[in-house]
């Protein structure tokens, strides 16, 4: 198994640009989580999905954040307009609906942005 | 409201030596589970250990261990024989459950140094 495979790892972009984070989950999972993490907030959850539909996106900071599962194994968060503010390591997680020690939740490398 | 909470910003321990990582957490769930995960300075999040809240006994994974002490409500980490590759951040966490679905929430985390 591949893991959970996110791209891109690394985007630098400008203040008011589109930013799109893509995630692939691991096969057969059927809960995706985006975190963000910041040295200031640490790790906060942005929001989650279940079998492809959302469940809680409380974490999300802005209507410029928006997040779509389109399928079972491949999500995006997009940023729309970008703002330094929202540079940070984007990280995508994959899990069966019920975490345990049999069932970890299993995060991908991360996207780090940086917004100029 | 059910929360993780670490205290310790930073840790130095010297090669070999066991060191104890604080963790300890809020909840009114009778049933629950913790993480550790690793997170080396390249990024990722590994997942080291879990522990239920109905294992009666302490959960071990090689060099690692959980003190997990209910009453208290902590689940402190212990690394025997520390090592080099050991330095990096360590987050505890804690499963929330859900009706669709459960999800993490994290601790500040706590930054390990090791010393030759």
């Known amino acids: 198994d591949a893991g959970v495979i996110q791209s891109p790892r690394h985007e630098v972009t400008e203040m008011g640009q589109e930013v799109t984070l893509r995630c692939k989950l691991i096969s057969g999972h059927n809960s995706l989580f985006w975190y963000r993490q910041t040295m200031m907030r640490g790790l906060e959850l942005l929001i989650y999905f279940n079998n492809n539909v959302p469940i809680d996106d409380s974490g999300m900071p802005e209507d410029r954040f928006s997040a779509k599962m389109p399928n079972a194994s491949f999500s995006t968060l997009k940023i729309q307009p970008s703002e330094p503010r929202d540079s940070a390591v984007y990280f995508c997680a994959s899990s069966f609906r019920g975490i345990s020690g049999a069932n970890v939740l299993t995060f991908g490398a991360g996207s780090r942005l940086t917004v100029l | 409201a059910q929360k993780i909470t670490q205290t310790q910003p930073g840790m130095f321990v010297q090669e070999k030596e066991a060191v104890t990582l604080d963790c300890t957490y809020d909840t009114s769930d009778q049933s629950y589970g913790l993480f550790w995960y690793k997170q080396p300075s390249s990024g990722e999040m590994i997942f080291l250990i879990y522990?239920?809240?109905?294992?009666?006994q302490n959960a071990t994974e090689g060099r690692y261990s959980l003190n997990f002490q209910k009453a208290r409500k902590s689940a402190n980490l212990v690394i025997s024989a520390s090592q080099l590759g050991d330095s990096a951040m360590y987050f505890c966490?804690?499963?929330?459950?859900?009706?669709?679905?459960?999800?993490?929430?994290f601790g500040t985390g706590t930054r390990l140094q090791v010393f030759p």
């Open positions: 522990q239920g809240s109905y294992d009666e």
């Open positions: 966490a804690m499963i929330l459950r859900g009706e669709n679905t459960d999800k993490l929430i």
